[in-house]
């Protein structure tokens, strides 16, 4: 069951597929390590809107309880 605060999973894919190269999904997902990974690796390295594009379609492609249980429960930071 979906804790109330919990982020939602279409807000999460959007955030990610378009605005992926920020990582402002991972700090919805509470996962601010990745955050700031993405953050740095984007002007560095240049594939951040890359990652952040899969993930948001990952996320959009998992049901409303896997992506709790993977995201939200256990944590999951990439992918």
Same mark, same amino acid.
């Given at each position: 069951m979906a804790e109330e605060n919990a982020p939602s999973r279409i807000v999460? #894919?959007?955030?990610a597929i378009f605005l992926g190269w920020l990582g402002i999904h991972k700090f919805m997902l509470g996962n601010?390590?990745?955050? @700031? @990974?993405?953050?740095?690796?984007?002007?560095?390295?240049g594939i951040g809107t890359l990652i952040g594009f899969i993930e948001g379609i990952l996320y #959009?492609?998992?049901s409303d309880e896997e992506f709790h249980q993977l995201y939200v429960v256990e944590k999951k930071a990439w992918f």
């Open positions: 999460v #894919a959007l955030l601010s390590t990745a955050g @700031i @990974i993405h953050v740095v690796a984007t002007p560095c390295f #959009a492609l998992k």
